[in-house]
């Protein structure tokens, strides 16, 4: 018993800042644009989390930091997506490398070197009542219910609709008044939120820690949790779940077959289970008609 | 004209100018609709009519000028505001995002802050609400299921839920198929009935007749006449107005869209083909029960025949989505063939791909011109080379310079006006875009044109050189298969028109033609 | 006229742009912009042997952004050139690994030939994918950059481990000086001759053959291809394979030239500099040897500032991910006036 409890926070732990994360992508995506730049703000979150713990000393002053890094870098984005109408991935992948680089130069200016920060707590646990369950921080807690949130706030809102008119078919958003371009600000706002909150639970919620290369791809598998989801809140928790199920799956591996199996191997469980997720979503997609539609957008 | 003193007008605008950089879409209009009543407005495509609709409902911002509703002044380009006021506008390709379901398409609409609900009160709200008005929809199904005129319905519905009281129909007739639109008539009926204004953007002429209470024409970005009684005017004098006195009589001899050809009354129009010239005995194109079983948005093809003979011009008539988008992409292997046979020049094509079936002369005006026909963001001598291009070996190498070189002496053949082959083919307008097209595909080497809609959104003088084109091609041999939701276009240069209805050919017709017969076979009502 | 200066001026406006802002960062993080402007362009161009050094990391890039444009063009988002970088280094350690007791004469063309075909494999996998069943290349791209990264780090800790390695870093064995095509300089007249010999044919390849307009079209708008009957398929897979290729050539040549072995995680901004550059020459085979100039002379001032500056190195990728947030930027004056109301 006592291993399907340690099996299932160590899923709900890697899990959490995943889904997080991949909610900021569902809100994008049903406004219309493709995030991929929420690996660089989760690495924003996770650093400024990390660092504002070691400055202010406090948990709710370092979220509220975490939460305004990432909402200045969601406009930005926003701004040169919608404004100066660049190319939303690779400008997406611009904020990943702005997060990256932004956050290496913050650490080495603040700490004095790139090496690991750590932090002396973290994000609150839920305690000691939950049992076996109580090392897991509150947003695990929270975290359902934010999921629940989204998906009534997208599909039971008349706003829901509106922002999802703006993605599918800003024409009809137009002619019921609503500006498309404020709807993907408005979303963009909301996942910077997310996205804060997905960082500080990676960096904060278990280890009280930020290094380099912490976030390793995981705002990546986001983005395509959101597609395996189907570009739907359950959809995308559960197809994060499914990612992280895969890493967990790996490491427990490694404890048992590390002999055997290269541990790299299974540390690739993950990114192959998140190629297998997109490619079960373009075949159910139906295959590569639709992946013409997609590109012949970009004649326009 | 006939506003009334007492009551303010419900849609007043004075002096409305538009231009979208050089092209003047509205030059200076000055009209007042009065409160009650159907409007309707006239004018030939490009006149001016579906911006003087934007401009209403507070979508395109016009340059100067002033507005007003029910005596209000309205704030430009705001469509919020244009919706305060009670204006709304019903598209002509609807605004109605296609995976909402009826009930939330209906509920997008209102207006203001979150406004959350759960499922059932969503449903409960609409299915009243659409009883209110008399339409029977299941609020639950999306939109994207339902039949063109249901689709309009829930438009017009969503369009009333904020309690308009001037409604705009942007070309609303043009999707529809000849028996739906006497129930959205009735429909416009009740709805002035109640009091709502109501304004239609049309342009053929016998349904301003069976409908409207008023009628004005536009021309040339101008208001030339109008709002006139119905009673005080008749459809020659009107279809005078709408070409402009003069020229009328120089075009409407080879062009179906002229005016008075619309005016005819609904019932018993017959014509005869203008040219009688004999159709030979080989066949270019052979269907023979053809099926397919991928599921598109339209009803798979079911058990198509039928041939197209060299020198012939065969029309396929049919309400939009009865298969012929399916049969268009038979023809050029994007859908494949589930059971039966394509025969091209004599030879089974049925397997081949697009580039083989290409190579035996086979041509294709598709629908879309600018998502299919051309590619828009690439220069002009490159969307003109690719039929060459694509037959070439992919490592052959090729030369820029007399490429472009021949495709400016063919632009100039075809009467393309451009400024330079290395322009982008966006920058072209829709008629020297399709001319593009025909420059193309329209060779000696072709012996089979599929023309889809080749003349939807062109200006009366671009159809009449697309027309005069397949006329042409027609008498070199080729055969033309034209696919065409307009039958005035349709009967005017076929030799034969087939009929589809839910993926099958239910009927065909030869010269006489009869449209209310057609129009009937187009439903698949019996009588 | 006024067309081709805008291409020249764009790119241009938007790295000042990118340095405006990556300035203002600087100044906030509490460095110098403009001693770090300065040194940057010291490093890069002005110390003596600058130059050397700034084409020593621009020849490899060039090779990798010309496979990157090659993609883009066709209109697919190959973003994975880095992973293709590494697998085609590690096929060729490999083969350099297993035949070190032959000649070089054979050692190394056979090295190189399976560094291509890794990297062209590596492409292959998720070209077929998105061509087949419509899985978007981006991600898979992405993870296969990720899986590369650990691919590599399991072979130089595994099978191709340097035993005296330092435990900093885990590295293959250095490759015998007889298979080098160049020293740790890395500018040898035969890796410029590859180069040079990438750069004629990827030119001929775009701008010369069906191939290349054709492609061009598919990226631009596919539909309209297939209605003329091309095959996407065969344009789309080759151009995913090209790329893959290219790539894994850049790979090899850092295995046998500068680098004489690989090592875990070398290099790690290789490919997505590359879509830079690609973006920056505006896709132009041409364009792309001045942008990969610029971008390696970047990168050699990455080696530069903490020595000149005291400023860390991240300092360059912080100015590479802003070029990339605004170098697809469509915004001109001109047609902002004529967009502010489109036409219906």
Known sequence: ?300 | MATSSSRPSALSCRNIRVAFGEVTALAGISVDFPTGGIHAVVGQNGAGKTTFARVAAGLVKPDAGELSINGRNLRFGSVASARKAGVELVHQNFALPPSFTVAEAIEFSLDGEIGLFSRRQLLERCREYLNSLGMDIDPRRRIRELPIELQQAVEIARALVTKATVLILDEPTAVLPPTSIESLFDRIRTLRDNGVTVILILHKIREVWAVADTVSVLRNSRLVAGPIAREETDPDRIGNLIMGVGNHDSISHNNGKSPTRAAEPLSGARRETATAQPVSLDTVLEMKEVCTSVRTDEPCLNRISFEVRSGEIVGIAGVEGNGQLTLVQVLSDFVAVSSGEIDLCGAQVTGLDLAHRRSQGLRIIPFDRNREGLSLTSELWKNWSVRDLVLRPPLGLVNPSKLRARCAESLAEWGVRYNSTTQNAGSLSGGNAQKLILAREVDNTARLIVAAQPTRGLDIGATAFVWSTMRKARKRGCGVLLISSDLDELFDISQRVLVMLSGRIVSEFAPPFDIAKTGRAMTGSRN | MIKRLEIVLRPLAFIALALILCGAIFECAGYSALLMFESILDGAFLHPGAWEKSLRWALPLFITAVGVSISFRCGFFNIGAQGQFYIGAICAAFVADALVWAPAAVVVPLGIVAGMAGGALWALWPGVLRLRSGTDEVITTLMGNFIAGLILVYVTSGPLKDPSGSGQQASSRILPPSFRISDSHGVSPTIVAIVALVAVAAWLLVNRTAFGTLSGLAGRNPVMLQFQGGRLWQLGLSSFLISGALAGLAGSIELFGPNGRIASGFLPTHGFTAILVALVANLSVAAAVVASVFFGGLFSAALFLPILAGLPSAAIDLINATIALFITAKFSLRKRIRLGRAPP
């Open chain 1, 1 to 300: 018993m006592i291993e399907i409890h340690e099996f299932l926070v160590a899923i709900l732990r890697s899990g959490t800042p995943l889904i997080y994360v991949t909610m900021a992508g569902v809100i994008a995506q049903r406004a219309g644009v493709w995030h991929l730049g929420l690996e660089g703000l989760m690495i924003i979150g996770a650093c400024a989390t990390i660092a504002g713990i070691v400055l202010t000393g406090s948990f709710l002053s370092s979220i509220l930091i975490a939460v305004a890094f990432c909402i200045v870098a969601s406009i930005l984005q926003w701004f040169v997506i919608e404004v100066l109408e660049a190319d939303p991935i690779i400008a997406g992948l611009g904020i990943t490398g702005l997060g990256i680089g932004g956050t290496a130069l913050a650490v080495q200016s603040i700490f004095g070197s790139l090496a690991a920060v750590s932090a002396p707590f973290g994000v609150p646990r839920i305690g000691s009542a939950f049992g076996p369950y109580s090392p897991l921080s509150i947003f695990v807690l929270i975290m359902p219910v934010v999921v629940f949130g989204m998906w009534v706030l997208l599909h039971r809102t008349r706003f829901g609709l509106r922002l999802s008119s703006a993605g599918e078919h800003p024409a009809a958003a137009r002619s019921v008044g609503a500006n498309p371009s404020l709807m993907r600000l408005i979303a963009f706002c909301i996942g910077g939120v997310f996205c804060a909150v997905g960082g500080a639970e990676l960096a904060a919620g278990s280890l009280q820690i930020f290094a380099q290369n912490m976030v390793a791809g995981r705002g990546f598998m986001s983005f395509a949790a959101v597609i395996f989801g189907g570009n739907h809140p359950v959809g995308g928790a559960l197809a994060a779940m499914f990612f992280s199920l895969a890493g967990v799956i790996g490491i427990r591996m490694q404890i048992h077959f590390g002999a055997v199996i290269p541990h790299d191997v299974l540390l690739c469980l993950p990114y192959l289970a998140t190629v297998f997720g997109v490619w079960i979503t373009g075949r159910m997609r139906g295959g590569a008609k639709s992946a013409a539609h997609a590109a012949e957008l970009r004649d326009r």
